[in-house]
């Protein structure tokens, strides 16, 4: 006997069909699973793809839940056949949830158990939040729902990308994660610039490099795959990959959108973006395939960077912050666009002129004007703009940090 019959409607689209029905609260909570992103191991392998629950928000939510007026015409998206434990469920018919065509597009789908074998992908709060309320009849309620059918866990995390990656409440560095989350399954020739960037930040965290271990995966960071002491820095995904982005791409969604023209494994190539006009100074390397040479180049960059300014840390130092990184790679930037030959660059060069400066003075601050000031000392200290070309209220800040 099953544990649950369903009607649905099946929609077909580009990436996959998938099934839109009704379901019980209570129903759904007892089948389904969420799994909150996390690396797993010393080479950056990810597993899960939420980011993590909020309990202020699922009690919030749960009262709203409580109230008249209480209404979810959103679906919940889940993926059907995909245990936490194991990943998909190929071969064991006892537990696969079944599909069976009536007529024209609709289905009944057949949940043979109660076991948690669905992955949810999008809506985990709204349905969590149902173990929150105090009328349990809420639970009753039906929800919509839509169902995909043995979704791979990276197809998964892309979906969930893909229906958040422009929302606030989403932190940046999980969408920008997800987005990458299954890089190695691809031939590097048909990484976006977003998936380029995110391989490479996971290299920069956990290879040998100025960054290793100083990045941090928003919703869960395993503090434990790294020797980490309390002096040191953590900087967000997002500000790195935004970092290497700058570099390659001026409109990376555009570049994606692009290549997603054409699926992986027939013709996605980066040749498919080369006719685009686009300033950023590493791009040429990018649409090459020469992925090893901007690596190294970055990671030259802030081996001086971490010689003539990390390793001269002065209190609560601005330069290891977000404000600061995002300087260090628009100075970086600036750099590469005036040098063509970038084998030939000695990054100590410029760096040694603002080695001596007192990043944590009262002059910088933690904000976007913060960056700014950052980058016009960086500037000025390399002839890149004049100190005329400054705020005549900073002219003399900027020249007292420098002398």
């Known amino acids: 006997m099953s544990f649950l019959k369903l009607k649905a409607i099946k929609i077909d689209q580009p990436l996959a069909s998938f099934y839109i029905t009704k379901i019980k609260a209570k129903d759904l909570l007892e089948i389904s699973f969420s799994e909150e992103l996390q690396y797993i191991d010393e080479s950056g392998k990810l597993k899960g793809n939420q980011r993590k629950k ?105 979906l969930f990308a893909t229906i958040n990656g422009n929302q606030k409440k989403v932190d940046k560095s999980l969408a920008l994660e997800q987005f990458g989350f299954n890089i190695d399954d691809e031939p590097s020739k048909s990484w976006t610039p977003e998936k380029f960037a995110v391989y490479y930040c996971r290299k920069l965290n956990f290879k040998e490099s100025p960054f290793k271990g100083k990045i941090k995966l928003a919703p869960k960071f395993t503090n434990d795959l790294f020797d980490i002491n309390s002096d040191d820095f953590i900087i967000s995904t997002a500000t790195i990959v935004d970092g290497i982005l700058m570099l390659i791409s001026s409109r990376p969604k555009r570049d994606r959108v692009e290549m997603g023209q054409h699926s992986i494994f027939k013709g996605r190539g980066r040749y498919l973006i080369k006719d685009f006009r686009d300033s950023s100074p590493l791009r040429n390397l990018y649409l090459n395939n020469e992925d090893e040479k901007i690596y190294e180049i970055i990671k030259s960059f802030f081996g001086s960077v971490e010689i003539n300014l990390w390793n001269n840390i002065q209190g609560n130092s601005y330069i290891i912050k977000t404000v600061g990184i995002q300087a260090l790679f628009e100075f970086l930037k600036k750099i590469l666009q005036l040098n063509t030959n970038y084998s030939n660059i000695d990054f100590d060069d ?50 007292r940090l420098l002398s």
């Not at 889940?78 to 007529?103: F, H, M, P, V």
């Not at 001596?356 to 500037?379: P, T």
């Open 54 to 158: 909020d309990e202020k928000r699922l009690k919030s939510i749960g009262r709203y839940i409580d109230s008249i007026e209480m209404s979810f015409p959103n679906s919940i998206i889940i993926a059907a056949n995909y245990d936490k434990n194991r990943g998909q469920i190929i071969d064991n018919k006892d537990r696969r949830w079944k599909l069976t065509k009536s007529n024209d597009d609709f289905y009944e789908i057949d949940i043979p158990t109660n076991e948690k074998l669905a992955s949810i992908i999008d809506g985990q709060h709204r349905l969590n939040a149902f173990d929150y309320v105090t009328n349990q009849e809420r639970k009753e309620l039906d929800l919509v729902c839509t169902i995909f059918f043995d979704l791979s866990s990276s197809y998964q995390a892309f």
């Open 350 to 399: 410029y760096l040694n002129p603002v080695s001596g400066v007192n990043f944590a003075d009262n002059y910088f601050q933690a904000s976007g004007v913060g960056k700014s000031r950052i980058k016009r000392v960086l500037f000025v200290a390399n002839d890149f703009m004049s100190i005329d070309d400054v705020k005549e209220n900073e002219q003399s800040d900027i020249v």
